[in-house]
């Protein structure tokens, strides 16, 4: 599903503060379900309809070795269930989302997940049957059908592929039956973290009293300008996980031997294999990732280095002084929504005209929920996944650079989907992340260089100057760093070794004095802060946050192609978004120039940052 969250949020984005009157936001700036189904009454028959499709697909079992015209059949009449399960969970989700205080909507979502495991268990099949076929078989039905080649060649060349790591049909019905409990982990994870925590109270330094110390209180408060109070917020909240430091320990230990378990009974020589199989990705990429982060680490020590002179640090720097901003502003930045939209529009022109014509066209239509309000999901993602409608976006914008930066962003994935959906038929128009959020990220950069280029003061350029260098660390060494943790804990698992809630805090405590240049007196990282790594839920969802760090290396390398004019660099680039899931990702950044496993793209950024940190540089000496 093509369900693209701002990763820089984490979903750890403050949920906005509403006043007890706070006025209804107009429904102009509300999204428009009804281009999905006209009213959850719709819903629910178009539901029960899907379900009962789904009830009959096994009765294609043992019919597609018969000729080419019957796996076409057999394979169209899965994928149009698929297509119509993707709608009716975008549906669910986005009006889960619009107000998470009404039960009905969540229990709708449920009857959406219901019914995708309903049709995984029903087509698990599937695979095997395939395989038994055979390679030349299929060969030779493809040559017979080009309908069947165009819509469904990838899909039989990839399950071909996977033959080595494909059980019986009885043991994937039980491996398709099982994917419920195995996900209960996350669920765990959430309903601990985000229902259940005992949030502290604490005073601040101004006599500012935070009544609940929760996630978004702390995201909020942990740029306070006051480093007593900074300390003070760390201390408390970080306090309150190490409390429950077993307990979360146990379930990520938990969705650790998850995927350790996938992996053996499906063959692979360890998890990240494993997890790396479905895009085809080179083991290579995860390992160069991790090996040119660590190669950059001088260049993360310099802006760690500036950040504490900046902020006027005369001792040790401290992980708690990370996330206020380096540089002030006179006025508050002030960016509505209209504003946004145009910038977004200027921004993105480089990419030409047909990019253009469809962001119009998107923000022409009632396609975002775009403002906060009471009850509404905090945060901020793109989902595409209903492929014969449109893309929506969720936002919540605060008129400030950082709801300009997400927007822009989301956009990205929107026009991405848009380009992909207008190219490619539904069967290979699910794209993979590694290549999405360069689709977005690209945009986010291009809109750094432009607000800088466009500054109206040098403390405004110097502003933006610090945001870029903050998008570097935040996605690139932070996501790298979560994703050497995860080789970390599961290289534990598969040496024998257990994982309880203090060995992941002295893994995850290494790791994060190492990148923060504990050793070398760059940060001072006390240990109490160390169980961070309970706090980041994307730990439940596999070897995922790596694609975060690739996709900004590559993003850095297009970025400054298409903004130079290199010959070809902007049509390879588009030609990348449009060819969606039609091949393999790292095959796609290939065709568009870019290896993934070679250190050139890794380079870019670190090149990036240092000409960021040049310019800051150059105008601190002009003050």
């Not at 006043?19 to 629910?44: F, N």
């Not at 929920?369 to 209903?386: E, F, I, Q, T």
């Not at 992941?504 to 990282?525: N, P, Q, R």
């Not at 690739?550 to 060819?579: C, H, N, V, W, Y």
Request: hydrophobic share 40%; with cysteine; net charge negative.
């Amino acid at each position: 599903m093509k369900r693209i969250a701002l990763f820089a949020a984490l979903a750890f984005m403050p949920a906005p503060a509403f006043a007890a009157d706070s006025k209804p936001v107009p429904a102009a700036t509300m999204w428009d379900l009804g281009d999905l189904y006209a009213s959850p009454e719709a819903w629910t028959a178009a539901h029960d309809k899907v379900l009962a499709a789904a009830g009959k697909l096994d009765g294609y079992k043992a019919t597609l070795g018969k000729s080419a015209p019957d796996m076409l059949a057999a394979l169209s009449a899965i994928s149009a269930v698929h297509k119509e399960v993707d709608r009716l969970g975008v549906y669910a989700s986005l009006k889960g989302d619009e107000d998470v205080r009404v039960a009905a909507n969540q229990e709708r979502e449920q009857l959406a997940q219901a019914l995708a495991a309903t049709l995984a268990e029903k087509t698990s099949w599937l695979t095997p049957e395939i395989l038994s076929i055979g390679a030349e078989k299929v060969k030779s039905f493809e040559k017979q059908s080009a309908e069947l080649d165009r819509r469904f060649g990838f899909f039989l060349d990839n399950t071909l592929r996977a033959k080595p790591h494909t059980l019986g049909a009885e043991a994937e019905n039980v491996m398709a039956a099982a994917s419920n409990v195995l996900e209960q982990p996350d669920n765990i994870y959430s309903q601990l973290s985000n229902g259940e925590l005992p949030f502290p109270s604490l005073t601040l330094a101004d006599g500012t009293k935070i009544a609940r110390l929760d996630q978004a209180a702390y995201s909020k408060y942990r740029q306070a300008p006051n480093r007593g109070d900074r300390k003070k917020v760390f201390d408390a909240f970080w306090g309150t996980w190490k409390k429950y430091e077993g307990t979360f320990g146990a379930s990520l230990n938990t969705q650790v031997l998850g995927e350790e378990f996938d992996a053996k009974v499906r063959h692979f020589p360890d998890a990240l294999s494993d997890a790396l199989f479905v895009d085809n990705m080179p083991e290579g990429v995860y390992r160069q990732l991790v090996a040119q982060a660590n190669a950059g680490l001088p260049t993360f020590y310099r802006y760690l280095k500036l950040r504490k002179k900046l902020l006027g640090i005369k001792d040790d720097l401290a992980y708690y002084d990370m996330y206020p901003s380096v540089f002030t502003l006179k006025r508050p930045l002030n960016f509505t929504v209209e504003d946004s939209e145009r910038i977004a529009l200027d921004v993105t022109s480089v990419y030409g005209p047909e990019y253009t014509a469809m962001l119009k066209k998107g923000f022409s239509g009632r396609w975002m929920d775009v403002l906060p309000r009471p009850g509404k999901a905090s945060g901020a993602y793109m989902n595409g996944s209903a492929y014969d409608v449109h893309p929506y976006l969720l936002l919540n914008h605060n008129n400030d650079y950082e709801s300009l930066s997400t927007l822009t962003h989301e956009w990205g994935h929107a026009v991405h989907t848009l380009l992909d959906d207008e190219t490619q038929p539904y069967e290979t128009s699910n794209y993979s992340t590694f290549v999405a959020e360069t689709a977005s990220i690209s945009n986010e950069m291009l809109l750094n260089d432009y607000m800088v280029a466009h500054a109206q003061s040098k403390d405004e350029k110097l502003y933006y100057l610090g945001q870029g260098l903050e998008l570097i660390r935040t996605t690139f060494f932070r996501q790298t760093m979560f994703g050497e943790f995860q080789l970390a804990i599961h290289e534990e698992v598969e040496k024998g070794r257990a994982l309880s809630g203090k060995r992941l805090s002295d893994i995850y405590c290494g790791l994060l004095k190492h990148y923060y240049g504990a050793d070398a007196g760059v940060t001072k990282i006390d240990p109490a802060y160390c169980v961070e790594w309970a706090f980041i839920p994307h730990f439940y969802y596999g070897f995922y946050v790596y694609q975060y760090a690739t996709s900004m290396a590559g993003a850095a390398a297009f970025t400054q192609a298409i903004e130079s004019k290199k010959p070809g660099a902007r049509d390879r680039f588009i030609a990348m978004l449009k060819a969606g899931g039609s091949d393999y990702p790292y095959d796609l950044y290939k065709k568009a120039g870019l290896d993934m496993a070679d250190p050139a793209p890794y380079q870019a950024l670190i090149a990036r940052m240092n000409r960021l940190m040049n310019e800051i540089d150059t105008l601190e000496a002009q003050k």
